[in-house]
């Protein structure tokens, strides 16, 4: 049996933080907002995994309330729901997404974003995706305010 997911998601850009998008640190003069390390694509991926399975979404299961998740590692996160997955009997079959971003440019730092990904949900390089888009400089993400991704995967279910 196969089950499908996806996941979606947004954080603003502000000065004095970090940019780490897909568990890699990108050189910019701004970063992501957030409870967390503020890991867009990473949390688009999981909640994809969560919503293949029918389960909650990050939010509910890491909350931004919880003192524990303030500026957490985002792979972490990541971990703990392939865990799930793999408790629940599935494999990931693979992943493809987005980076939604008009700056920085993300290309030099994707074949990097793969290797993380792979490493931490036991992938080869053939089944993870991560494409790059800008907005055209069109909306909040054109303006360079924010940057969005966004995630679909397939999940199979072992015997
Ligand atoms: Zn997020």
Redesign the pocket.
Known sequence: MYRIGIGY???KLTTGRDLIIGGVKITHEKG?L?H?D???LI??IIDALLGALALAD?GTLFPDTDPKYKNID?TLLLKHVYELVKDKGYIIENIDSNIIAQQPKMMPYIPKMKEVLCEILSLDLTQVSIKAKTKEKLDAVGQELGIEANSVVLLKKLN
Do not use: K, N, P
Request: no cysteine; glycine share 8%; proline share 0%.
């Open positions: 998601d947004i954080h992501l957030g967390s503020a890991d867009v949390h688009a990050i985002s």
